[in-house]
């Protein structure tokens, strides 16, 4: 019907740019939606379909003699159209460059200038049409909406003299203006959308800050590499200071950082400066071990390392650092077993556990074995002393209140270990030795004072309750796989009791209780669950030391949300009678 519109007749035009107005939003809100979705088969389905329909769009509106009440808003469906393209393409074509030369052509249609200028190529069709925008005002937005597009692709081809001739149009500047990049990026103003303008997937202002972090970032890595390091080091501070998503963000910090170090390695030391028998480094203090000019010794560095391998499911790695680092720190005489110190010193125990943890999360239970039972072998003689030593700790002596739970954790993790290698009853024996001990610690008096006061928790009630917890969970799981469920039933009851706030328990209890028919007491355990779940999350939030997360991860079930509907299917059937 469009393309029978009389050219002469106002109305119908004007009619018609409404409906094709109202297409481009509705697609343009249908990519948007297709950009949040989570789901990527339907958000690759709809961003596809709303890319056909932005094409059709295009072919219709190009299907008439160009007009200049028209083409703002076709100008708009090209840069959508272009927008959306390079984003499922991860890139620009040809086929795009083709789409906006044509949109230029189709503004000097309406001046009747085609002819002798084309021969000038791209850059001199730009020069036209921003030249015709003066008497055509109406379409100076979105021709720098699709000068932003065309300056991207310039940009990711290189064509970076076409860029800066380009940006010195944009700008109005005149010859022998600046040809530097960064600084026509940073002048380049694009008009203000109006709010009835027809919609956008990506505005031209929002174009300009996208090329600007881009040119800022690929001109510093230049600088870089050519060594004019106080220009690449603005360049990629202005990078920075960009939109920059999080993985682009981590190479211009990188390039930052080598760049500053570069320029450190540059400055030659002053000859000229006097020796003196006080030094200014005498009166400066020695950093503090939260700020990072601490150098921490090599152990502890290995131990940082190691320990954030751990944490990022790097596991392999991880097991390996924690065996150099044993290494390290047993090479020569017994290292002191003593209780974490409240700075950033390493407590060898926990490096042991924290050690077997990997190992066995990396499947090496054998040698998670032998890393428990040298622990083991080096505490042994502290047992007999265990109840005093609690006594004193509670009365503020100096002896240590720290063992108990260093080696009842040794024994959770020869208990997880037993359970990689297949050996239910052995596991089972372990865990039981664990609670035994665990069930004869008392907690710590929470007015100890500072002395006591170890910034890593070690003994701290939390980390008490969720050792015995993981320990019933644990021997409740091996239980379970020893078909014992009723056995399991008494573990995970006690779990639920000594750690209400650990929701592990919870679930793993309500998997027993169906597998035992007890219905009634799991309809109820569900109930309290679904009221409880959200709650049990927020209180998810201890500090834990490092071994026992890693443990606790082992125990938990898969997604509660998932189980919690599944319950709710089966718990809500008809009993048969």
């Not at 009619?15 to 939606?33: I, S, T």
């Not at 219709?60 to 200049?68: F, P």
């Not at 239970?365 to 428990?372: E, G, K």
């Not at 020869?414 to 035994?436: D, H, T």
């Amino acid at each position: 019907m469009s393309h029978q519109t009389p050219l002469g007749s106002s109305m119908p035009q004007a009619n018609c740019l409404d409906l094709w107005r109202e297409k481009n939003d509705q697609l343009v809100r249908q990519a948007k939606v297709a950009q949040d979705l989570d789901l990527s088969l339907r958000r690759q389905q709809l961003a596809q379909d709303a890319l056909e329909g932005l094409r059709g769009l295009l072919h219709s509106l190009q299907g008439l003699s160009a007009a200049v009440l028209v083409l703002p808003l076709e100008l708009t469906v090209i840069c959508n159209f272009t927008t959306l393209k390079a984003s499922l393409a991860q890139g620009f074509t040809e086929d795009q460059a083709q789409d906006i030369q044509r949109g230029l052509e189709r503004v000097l249609e309406t001046q009747k200038q085609l002819g002798p200028r084309l021969e000038r190529g791209l850059t001199g069709l730009w020069n036209s049409v921003l030249h015709a925008s003066t008497v055509l005002p109406q379409l100076l937005p979105a021709l720098h909406h699709l000068a932003g597009l065309q300056a991207a692709l310039w940009l990711s081809t290189d064509h970076l003299g076409d860029l800066t001739l380009l940006l010195q149009t944009l700008n109005g500047s005149q010859s022998g203006a600046s040809e530097d990049l960064l600084l026509l990026l940073k002048s380049w103003s694009p008009p203000a959308k109006e709010s009835d303008d027809p919609l956008t997937l990506q505005d031209a202002q929002g174009l300009r800050n996208v090329l600007l972090t881009a040119f800022a970032y690929r001109q510093g890595l230049q600088e870089l590499i050519t060594g004019s390091l106080p220009r690449a080091l603005s360049s990629l501070h202005e990078a920075a200071s960009g939109l920059c998503p999080r993985p682009v963000l981590v190479q211009v910090y990188t390039a930052l950082g080598t760049c500053l170090r570069k320029m450190a390695l540059s400055i030659p030391p002053s000859s000229e400066v006097p020796h003196f028998l006080i030094e200014v480094e005498l009166l400066l203090p020695q950093p503090d071990p939260a700020s990072p000019l601490h150098c921490g010794t090599l152990s502890q560095v290995r131990h940082l390392l190691a320990s954030r391998c751990l944490q990022m499911g790097r596991t392999e790695h991880a097991a390996e650092h924690y065996l150099d680092l044993l290494a390290l720190l047993l090479d020569g005489s017994e290292p002191k077993f003593s209780p974490p110190p409240c700075s950033s010193g390493l407590c060898m125990p926990e490096i042991f556990l924290e050690a077997a943890a990997a190992l066995i999360q990396t499947g090496r239970a054998q040698d998670a074995l032998t890393v428990c039972e040298e622990l083991l072998r080096r505490t042994s003689s502290l047992l007999p002393k265990m109840p005093q030593l609690w006594k004193n700790a509670r009365k503020g002596t100096k002896e240590s209140p720290h063992y108990p739970p260093w080696v009842s954790a040794t024994y959770l993790l020869q208990g997880q270990a037993w359970v990689q290698l297949g050996v239910p009853k052995q596991a089972i024996s372990e865990f039981s030795r664990c609670l035994e001990l665990l069930f004869r610690v008392t907690p710590k008096d929470k007015e100890q004072g500072p002395a006591f006061n170890c910034e890593q928790g070690c003994t701290s009630d939390e980390t008490l309750q969720q050792l015995r917890a993981a320990a019933l969970i644990s021997r409740g799981l091996a239980w379970v796989a020893s078909g014992q469920d009723t056995k399991a039933l008494q573990d995970f009851l006690l779990s639920v009791q000594v750690c209400p706030g650990n929701g592990d328990a919870s679930f793993h209890l309500l998997q027993t209780l169906r597998r035992l028919d007890r219905r009634d007491e799991a309809t109820a355990l569900w109930r309290r669950l679904e009221a409880q779940t959200e709650l049990l999350q927020e209180n998810a939030t201890w500090s834990l030391p490092l071994y026992l997360e890693t443990c606790l991860s082992w125990i938990r079930p898969p997604d509660r949300e998932t189980l919690l509907k599944e319950y709710r299917t089966f718990l809500l059937e008809p009993c048969d009678l």
